[in-house]
């Protein structure tokens, strides 16, 4: 389990420190490297976070996007993605697979690594027109309440039909395997603060929270970096006394937002 920050007391800071791990003992997580990863059809779960049945459920609706609108979609799970940024294991295995129809590109990857909590989908050139980067991030947003939950057969599901929906009604085609996932609930919606701060839909209200700055980050820090102002609840951290100092150590899955300029699209992390 990774750590991530430290509160200071006295001024309202974080810090993190990499010893920590040993404290609270590190799990070894094992990390796919594109290379050796492998096709086996529409749906990939390497990571091993889908049942069965909702693997059966997505390959028969990949199939009839194939086969109607001639466009490939492919779903894959990773355990974790050694440290590497997904942005880059993601275009690494869409060029070394070759999803889509040669020569015309059509082809979507739904990348998700659980123990990184990031997911991220790449879509080919000619998809591209009707699966802006807008389209794809608000898909992503919808199904982050699914991925906290880890809640992995709903969240990829919801996803692949979102984008499955999109490229039959581009082709004017209708899918009979697609079922519908839910729709979104009205709170379900990012908010943002009196400051301006965005605050996503899985930020957890219903305890009292708080806003600290970053100051230090460990090496295994992916999603947050010093000067960062993050938001989370003070009952989850675990108190430290360094040099005289008092400090809170959080982990990366309790902090609920990040005021820090992210770049929207194709990629998320879900805290």
Not at 152 to 175: F, M, P, Q
């Amino acid at each position: 389990m990774s750590f991530k920050s430290c509160l200071h007391k006295s001024t309202a800071r974080l810090v993190s420190f990499f010893f920590l791990l040993l404290i609270f003992g590190a799990v070894g997580v094992f990390a796919e490297q594109v290379k050796d990863l492998k096709p086996q059809g529409y749906v990939n779960d390497f990571a091993g976070v889908l049942s069965a049945s909702a693997k059966e459920k997505l390959t028969a609706l990949c199939a009839e996007v194939d086969r109607k609108a001639g466009a490939q979609i492919a779903i894959v799970t990773v355990s974790s993605l050694g440290g590497e940024p997904i942005e880059q294991f993601s275009i690494e295995l869409a060029t070394q697979w070759g999803i889509g129809p040669k020569q015309q590109a059509r082809g979507a990857l739904i990348l998700l690594a659980p123990t990184d909590r990031k997911y991220r989908v790449e879509v080919g050139y000619g998809l591209e027109p009707i699966l802006p980067d807008g389209k794809v991030g608000g898909f992503g947003r919808e199904m982050a309440p699914l991925l906290q939950r880890n809640d992995y057969d709903g969240a990829v599901t919801l996803i692949t039909e979102r984008i499955a929906s999109v490229i039959a009604a581009d082709r004017g085609v209708t899918l009979e395997t697609a079922t519908g996932p839910p729709a979104p609930s009205p709170e379900s919606g990012d908010r943002k603060s009196r400051a301006g701060i965005l605050i996503p839909a899985t930020a957890n209200v219903d305890r009292r929270l708080v806003w600290a700055e970053v100051v230090a980050a460990g090496p295994t820090v992916r999603t947050i970096e010093p000067t960062d102002r993050v938001l989370f609840s003070p009952d989850t951290g675990f108190e430290v006394e360094i040099r005289g100092e008092e400090y809170l150590i959080l982990r990366e899955r309790d902090v609920h937002a990040i005021a820090s300029t992210r770049a929207e699209g194709q990629s998320g992390l879900y805290l």
